[in-house]
């Protein structure tokens, strides 16, 4: 029996704590279904919307995108997927299907897109509803926390890893958080070499790093002991890509796998020249939802999650601020 109403976080306004609220069930439209949520991870994302460093959201608002749970309704031209079925709901929740960039198979570019817990309501919440193609069946062999940040943290580094190339065999990762923490996995598991960048003087950051599979670990100000083919950056420090670009050889790309970064510093154009490259990764698609879940198994992908009831929200997203979290916050709901 579905209840008529939850119970849900929810954000009013920017640099305000979220008040657990009792909120109507989300209606389901005809490609919709309705999801119980067991699990939401907390990432970065919500911090820059909490923060009102991403200034357009819908207020009020019931954050989180990283979500996991089990479908209890679907609306009447639903196809995908069944009562039952558990599946998980990333950052991008819509894309209009019309536009120049969903013609050409570029939907994470959509001119129209909705954006789970940002422009539509998301999974800090007991129900939450979803469109039926933004959902993904989930592998059996992660539980529900274990399973939430592989929904942003995992498949905006997976789309991150893809665009440094796949020639390049020495990854520099910059900011070793939720993101960094799944991606280093899977690029040790492609045969890649891992040269980990944390806060200058994170030795517990570092020893994390290492026991994933780092060849190298130490501090965003030191050099790495070798030249860079490409470097990913997960640490919203404008500065980062200055030094990852300093640190690539000729030839390197460097990526920004961040919605949101400070100002990236005025630098040399002697820095940019042989050829290297800047680049920013935007949203993700569903090809790459697709692709990561099939090979996070594989690999396989040991998320190193902190559990947070739902009711505190707040506290993680303080956590992650203070950069104490190792891995991923993850939001869990009661029974």
């Known amino acids: 029996m579905i209840?008529?109403?939850?119970?849900?976080?929810?954000?009013?306004?920017a640099h305000e704590p979220?008040?657990?609220?009792?909120?109507?069930i989300p209606k389901v439209g005809a490609n919709q279904v309705l999801i119980q949520v067991?699990?939401?991870?907390?990432?970065?994302?919500?911090?820059?919307?909490?923060?009102g460093d991403l200034a357009e959201p819908k207020l009020p608002l019931v954050p989180g995108h990283e979500i996991i749970g089990r479908i209890v309704?679907?609306?009447d031209?639903?196809?995908?997927?069944?009562?039952?079925?558990?599946v998980g709901v990333p950052w991008l929740g819509h894309t209009c299907g019309t536009c120049l960039y969903c013609r050409r198979h570029r939907e994470n570019l959509c001119d129209r897109p909705e954006f789970t817990g940002y422009t539509m309501d998301g999974g800090y919440a007991e129900f939450t509803s979803a469109h039926e193609d933004y959902c993904f069946r989930i592998p059996d062999a992660f539980g529900d926390a274990e399973a939430a940040p592989l929904l942003c943290a995992g498949l905006i580094g997976y789309r991150t890893l893809r665009m440094t190339g796949e020639q390049n065999e020495r990854l520099g990762i910059y900011g070793f958080g939720a993101a960094a923490h799944i991606v280093a996995q899977v690029a040790v598991h492609l045969g890649k070499r891992i040269y980990a960048f944390?806060?200058?003087?994170?030795?517990?950051?570092?020893?994390?790093?290492?026991?994933l599979g780092a060849t190298w670990a130490?501090?965003?100000?030191e050099n790495p002991p070798?030249?860079?083919?490409?470097?990913m950056i997960f640490a919203p420090v404008g500065a980062l890509m200055l030094a990852a670009l300093r640190a690539t050889c000729k030839g390197g790309i460097v990526v920004s796998g961040g919605i949101h970064m400070s100002d990236i510093p005025a630098f040399p154009y002697r820095w940019l020249w042989e050829e290297r490259q800047l680049r920013s990764v935007a949203n993700l698609t569903r090809r790459d939802a697709e692709e990561f879940l099939a090979i996070a198994p594989q690999v396989p992908v040991r998320t190193h999650v902190e559990t947070f009831p739902f009711e505190a929200a707040n506290v993680a997203l303080a956590r992650l601020r203070e950069g104490a979290v190792e891995g991923a916050a993850v939001l869990t709901m009661g029974a």
């Open 3 to 13: 209840p008529r109403t939850m119970r849900a976080m929810v954000l009013s306004s």
């Open 218 to 221: 130490g501090g965003a100000d």
């Open 38 to 51: 067991s699990a939401c991870g907390v990432c970065r994302t919500d911090l820059h919307i909490y923060d």
């Open 77 to 86: 031209a639903v196809t995908r997927h069944a009562v039952g079925d558990r």
């Open 226 to 231: 070798t030249e860079l083919d490409a470097a």
């Open 18 to 24: 979220m008040a657990l609220t009792d909120l109507p």
């Open 198 to 211: 944390t806060k200058p003087g994170d030795t517990a950051g570092q020893a994390f790093a290492m026991r």
């Open 73 to 75: 309704k679907v609306g």
